[in-house]
């Protein structure tokens, strides 16, 4: 449950219709252990997942080995399913920063915005960091996230003028 309300705070906000479906998560400033925390909880939680390297499934590593891949190796992904109906994708792009897309078409209504907020706010729980969710792409300011001072997750972006 979050304080955050579908209709009222955020279906303008993760309309998926103008075609940028695939909103970013960005962790910054962690190291490998933050990674590791984030992996501890994914099997905590027993969230579903599937992790790959080059297209091979194989079983969840340590976040230091994964981590400390040779540079041209391919990106390993981690598939995490918080619920059946909410895939979130991390790439292991270098540990100072953990990063993974959502889909927006996943992210439609009241129960789906309750999964995304749990989500965000176990991992900024574990980690005592904040975690925001941009647009596509990225930019700034982030349009929501786990905001650690309120320990909740609240809107950033503000609607523009229609």
Same mark, same amino acid.
């Given at each position: 449950?979050?304080?955050?309300r &579908?209709?009222? #705070?955020?279906?303008?906000l993760?309309?998926?219709?103008?075609?940028?479906?695939l909103? /970013? %998560?960005?962790?910054? /400033?962690?190291?490998a252990?933050?990674?590791?925390? !984030?992996?501890?909880?994914?099997?905590? *939680?027993? &969230?579903? #997942?599937?992790?790959?390297e $080059? $297209?091979?499934?194989?079983?969840?590593? @340590?976040a230091?080995?994964?981590?400390? @891949?040779?540079?041209?190796?391919?990106?390993?992904?981690? @598939?995490?399913?918080?619920?059946? +109906?909410?895939?979130?994708?991390? *790439?292991?792009?270098?540990?100072?920063?953990?990063?993974? /897309?959502?889909?927006?078409r996943?992210?439609? =209504?009241?129960? *789906?915005l309750? %999964?995304?907020?749990?989500f965000?706010?176990a991992? =900024? @729980?574990?980690?005592?960091?904040? !975690?925001?969710?941009?647009? +596509?792409? =990225?930019?700034t300011?982030?349009?929501? =996230?786990? /905001? !650690?001072?309120?320990? *909740?997750?609240?809107?950033? &972006?503000?609607?523009?003028?229609?």
């Amino acid at each position: 449950m979050t304080d955050l309300r &579908w209709p009222d #705070h955020v279906a303008w906000l993760l309309d998926p219709t103008d075609g940028a479906c695939l909103p /970013d %998560v960005f962790v910054e /400033d962690t190291v490998a252990a933050d990674w590791q925390a !984030v992996l501890d909880l994914i099997q905590e *939680r027993g &969230w579903a #997942h599937t992790y790959a390297e $080059g $297209g091979t499934e194989l079983p969840l590593p @340590r976040a230091d080995t994964v981590l400390s @891949r040779p540079a041209d190796a391919d990106c390993p992904t981690l @598939r995490v399913w918080p619920a059946p +109906e909410v895939c979130a994708i991390f *790439r292991f792009l270098g540990e100072e920063q953990i990063d993974f /897309d959502l889909d927006l078409r996943e992210l439609q =209504g009241q129960d *789906r915005l309750d %999964v995304l907020c749990s989500f965000l706010t176990a991992i =900024g @729980r574990r980690l005592g960091k904040p !975690v925001p969710l941009f647009p +596509e792409g =990225g930019g700034t300011p982030p349009l929501l =996230g786990y /905001d !650690v001072a309120t320990d *909740r997750v609240r809107v950033w &972006w503000t609607q523009p003028d229609t």
